[in-house]
Nanobody
């Protein structure tokens, strides 16, 4: 199994940028598909982006395309989410998640077996 710890959340103004990190430990990190999800108050958890084990194939939800970039450093066991041009609607708790092997759809959060504790992102207008 793998343990995940997110960091990098903060309060920023609209138009600003943040980079989230997710440090993994435990099992072989490079064997896991990694993803970012977010959940705003009173809303369902939403998949934001995912990246395959080798870091070559990434997929984004439409609302963040062109603004967010997911990446991973398998040598450092770390996942990243670079967030630019932030909007108030990006305000949420952001979670990294992992599933061993092939990626699952971002519409199926229950398919991701391992989760971090979350890091809060707040974007003010």
């Amino acid at each position: 199994q793998v343990q995940l710890v997110e960091s990098g959340g903060a309060s920023v103004q609209a138009g600003g940028s943040l980079r989230l990190s997710c440090a993994a430990s435990g099992d072989t990190y490079s064997s896991y598909c990694m993803a970012w999800f977010r959940q705003a108050p009173e809303k369902e958890r939403e998949g934001v982006a995912r990246i395959d084990t080798g870091g070559r194939i990434a997929y984004y939800v439409d609302s963040v395309k062109g603004r967010f970039t997911i990446s991973r450093d398998n040598a450092k066991n770390t996942l990243y989410l670079q967030m630019n041009s932030l909007k108030p609607e990006d305000t949420a708790m952001y979670y990294c998640a992992a599933v061993r092997g092939a990626c699952n759809s971002l519409t199926r959060p229950y398919a991701y077996k391992y989760w971090g504790q979350g890091t809060q992102v707040t974007v003010s207008s």
